[in-house]
């Protein structure tokens, strides 16, 4: 056989079956659970360990997407890619949650939203158009198919279209709008009307934000138990449009220096806790609102709160006598962990 002939068939072979990535090692014992004990053989992401270890969340696969793009790990990110499209992509919309068998037929917006935004910039970060080329899919029907009055809300059926009246303000995130406009999936002018809801979102005298915005009655809805996870996303987000949430601000720091701690929920009128419970995530998003405050001490202190959750240090947030976890409480806290190593760095630590 022809020598050019032979180097033409390798050439044509190898570009056809390309080599396959390797995963990068963990970070941390945060990571090396999530691996180890909450992914099954399928490299789905389970709930829980118990009640909800066959129930499977796309805010699971958004999150994952965000740390492995953080991380850099390529090979990770492509495996949890092909997860999407497998198991949780359907008539072009991510259906939001599988119960077993059973899978959901509406989307979640937020989680829409977030896996998007990853895709895009793993698609510019690792120059992979494919990656770009999904995000652009998904988030064309989402744009069609998600809004009322012009206002993405919070799901959609994916087959009959009908659709929710409402937006919660915590689901409303600049960064990740702005990326869709740059690639053409959203118009400025359809970014602006987002926007105006988040800007237009005033916090009480006590500082915290309402919970959620009627797209037809146009009214805003407050919370009377208040859920600190929809309270720091809203205030991280209207941060992220430059503005001051120094009133919310300051209603967080005095309940953490009022407690010694932040509790998952809070009630709106006493300002008293509703619950006995502090969680991973809500410290690691106070980390992050902190961080985006420039506020190092605070993000600091947070930070270290997180991580005291850890009953076992060698593992992730589990109760090791129980075994009671929760997938969110391990990978909220691997994004800020990234985001923490960012700040040390830019530090010259």
Request: aromatic letters at 12%.
């Amino acid at each position: 056989m022809n020598c050019s002939l032979v180097l033409t068939i390798f050439l044509l072979t190898s570009c056809a079956v390309p080599q396959k990535i390797e995963n990068k090692p963990p970070l941390s014992s945060t990571e090396q659970f999530v691996v180890e004990q909450l992914m099954t053989e399928e490299h789905l992401l389970q709930t829980d360990l118990q009640q909800q270890k066959d129930i499977f969340l796309s805010e699971s696969v958004g999150l994952w997407l965000t740390y492995l793009g953080k991380k850099g790990d390529i090979g990770r990110f492509q495996e949890q890619v092909e997860v999407l499209e497998k198991y949780f992509i359907k008539n072009q919309f991510i259906i939001w949650r599988i119960d077993g068998q059973q899978a959901s037929t509406v989307n979640a917006f937020i989680d829409d939203l977030r896996i998007i935004h990853a895709l895009l910039e793993a698609g510019e970060q690792w120059e992979m158009p494919q990656y770009i080329r999904l995000a652009k899919k998904l988030g064309e029907p989402l744009v069609q198919q998600g809004m009322r009055e012009g206002i993405f809300v919070d799901f959609v059926d994916i087959y009959s279209f009908e659709k929710a009246n409402t937006i919660t303000l915590s689901y409303i995130m600049p960064e990740a709008l702005n990326k869709m406009v740059q690639y053409d999936i959203l118009s400025e002018q359809q970014m602006q009307q987002q926007v105006n809801v988040l800007q237009n979102a005033t916090p009480t005298s006590s500082g915290f934000y309402p919970k959620s915005y009627d797209v037809v009655t146009k009214k805003y809805a407050y919370d009377q138990e208040l859920h600190m996870i929809d309270q720091l996303y809203t205030a991280f987000n209207k941060l992220q449009l430059g503005e001051s949430t120094e009133m919310f601000t300051t209603w967080l720091l005095q309940l953490y220096e009022r407690d010694g701690r932040i509790y998952g929920r809070y009630d709106a009128e006493t300002n008293l806790p509703s619950v006995t419970f502090d969680s991973p995530a809500v410290y690691a998003l106070a980390t992050s609102y902190m961080l985006g405050l420039g506020n190092e001490e605070m993000a600091k202190r947070f930070f270290e709160q997180m991580n005291a959750l850890k009953n076992n240090k060698e593992t992730g947030y589990i109760d090791v006598k129980t075994s009671a976890t929760h997938v969110f409480d391990n990978l909220m806290p691997l994004v800020t962990e990234r985001e923490m190593d960012y700040a040390n760095n830019d530090k010259g630590n």
